[in-house]
């Protein structure tokens, strides 16, 4: 026997199509021969997958309480790079609120700057100018890492400070206090990569997103969530 849908069970399904982590809206998927409820997350898309006789109000709990664990997925999605057109001779390309203009020189082995055109070697261009920028802003990363450390009264929990390349995160901070962010970060806005960086130092205090975590983020800048939201939408492009 097939169960019947309760009174306004259609207005309650729409009212799912509402339900956004992230920004990512989220889809409810029903089957008459699931018996168990699921959560997939994949790139910009949120799916539970439900039995036909789960009431709504049930599957916002759970969703609710699995919020963390969808929004650190989407968050990792989203900091994986994608595949970028190569850069060409006299682009622009943003770094660390400039921007610079490449240029390809076919006798050029190494990377160099020159005021705010940057000259790569024209058979390795792409290749040398990650080296170049991984290079370019450790000092700068250190510095600021180093100011919200201080802020944040945990220099003396602070390791080292390094450059990553990782696939998925745009910054980590280990149990020793080594703090790395990404070098593509560099290209971000600066008030950006000012919060990733203040995300990290306060993980010297609480290695943890609790409330009180996100209690020393908010302290130093208001605007974090700003932040966040534009490494959402627009990390990949970096």
Request: aromatic content about 8%; hydrophobic content about 40%; proline content about 7%.
């Amino acid at each position: 026997m097939l169960l019947r849908r309760p009174p306004g069970y259609a207005f309650l399904e729409s009212m799912a199509a509402q339900w956004l982590i992230s920004g990512i809206p989220v889809t409810v998927k029903r089957s008459a021969r699931r018996r168990t409820v699921a959560l997939q997350v994949r790139p910009g898309a949120v799916t539970i997958y439900a039995p036909q006789r789960v009431p709504l109000p049930q599957l916002q709990s759970i969703l609710q309480r699995r919020q963390a664990w969808v929004e650190h997925h989407l968050a990792q999605y989203a900091a994986r790079p994608v595949a970028a057109q190569a850069h060409t001779d006299g682009a622009e390309l943003p770094f660390l609120g400039e921007t610079l203009t490449l240029r390809f020189d076919p006798a050029r082995k190494t990377p160099l700057r020159v005021g705010n055109e940057l000259y790569l070697p024209a058979d390795d261009a792409e290749r040398s100018l990650e080296v170049w920028t991984r290079a370019a802003c450790l000092g700068p990363y250190t510095v600021l890492v180093e100011e919200y450390a201080g802020i944040l009264g945990a220099t003396d929990r602070l390791g080292k400070i390094r450059v990553s390349s990782t696939a998925t995160r745009w910054g980590s901070c280990s149990s020793r206090g080594d703090i790395r962010l990404h070098w593509k970060l560099s290209r971000a806005p600066l008030e950006t990569l000012r919060y990733v960086a203040l995300h990290e130092a306060a993980h010297l205090l609480e290695m943890n997103h609790s409330p009180r975590y996100w209690g020393h983020v908010g302290r130093v800048m208001p605007e974090w969530q700003m932040q966040r939201r534009w490494l959402r939408d627009h990390g990949q492009t970096l």
